[in-house]
């Protein structure tokens, strides 16, 4: 049996524990085991939840029990999520995580600490995790040479410039008609200024030439700026508009940018 701690009960981490429960059969299947959440850590109590008995408070009882193998993190942002990353790879237990945050950050490092510890870190949710796209850039094309990569690698904007171009909408209204619908966060600079589909790119780009990517080095523009006219230019011109993220491998050198771009009708984007 492997037990699994989840580190987060939010919309990701409550997600998580309903597909594992929900899937039991079908994973415990292909894993040729039993797979058994035994912690949800959180900060906050669930009276009523179905899963309430699971939840603690103090991240030392997941780190201190020799029964759980395995922490799939799904806390976001650096702090703590670093530091209980870190301190279970240190202890040999193995962690998967959606946070890309934490990984453009410190992924290298934490990778290195695996390794070392004999577990692995493993972060195909933080980019693209229903591509899937890092696992067949680690294995599948391992003997290729990938000279570019371009992507929409955010869906909440993606959400709303499909919905600009299709009803000529502003910005403003369709930003809070995906707020409304969970479509995006409440606080939604991350999305709608790119930056997180420059976390994404600095990820990619890192597997892509070998070397840790700095997303803060990167040139990142989102989509606060465009409006209804845009798309009435774009359309004259049989285009559309779409936030880009991108990485390229030229002979001046190697650049990573996210940005909104017109594209035409043949993009494969588009």
């Known amino acids: 049996m492997i037990h699994v701690a989840v580190l987060g009960y939010g919309t990701v981490g409550s997600g998580v524990v309903e597909v594992i429960e929900t899937n039991k059969k079908d994973i415990n299947k292909r894993a040729a085991t039993e797979l058994n959440i035994k912690y949800i850590l959180d900060l906050r109590d669930f009276p009523g939840d179905p899963y309430e008995n699971k939840v603690v408070h103090d991240y030392n009882i997941i780190l201190n029990d020799p029964e759980v193998t395995v922490i799939c993190e799904t806390m976001g942002g650096i702090k703590p999520a670093y530091d209980f990353s870190k301190q279970a790879l240190l202890a040999g237990k193995s962690v998967c995580t959606s946070n890309k945050e934490l990984v453009a950050n410190h992924g290298p490092e934490l990778i290195r600490i695996a390794r070392e510890n004999h577990c692995n870190y493993l972060f195909e949710a933080s980019v693209g995790g229903g591509i899937p ?109 779409k936030l880009l993220a991108m990485s390229r491998d030229t002979e001046d050198g190697f650049f990573a940018m996210v940005a909104p771009f017109m594209i035409s009708r043949e993009h494969p984007l588009y």
């Open 133 to 241: 796209i890092i696992r067949p850039l680690n294995y599948s094309l391992t003997a290729e040479k990938i000279d570019s990569i371009t992507g929409i690698l955010n869906g909440t904007t993606n959400y709303i410039l499909t919905k600009m171009d299709k009803e000529g909408a502003d910005f403003e209204d369709v930003l809070k008609e995906a707020q409304e619908k969970g479509y995006a966060e409440r606080n939604p600079e991350a999305d709608v200024e790119g930056y997180d589909a420059c976390r994404k790119i600095a990820i990619l780009s890192s597997l892509m030439c070998g070397k840790n990517v700095k997303y803060e080095e990167i040139y990142t523009e989102g989509i606060t700026k465009i409006s209804a006219a845009d798309f009435l230019y774009a359309k004259q011109m049989n285009k559309s508009v």
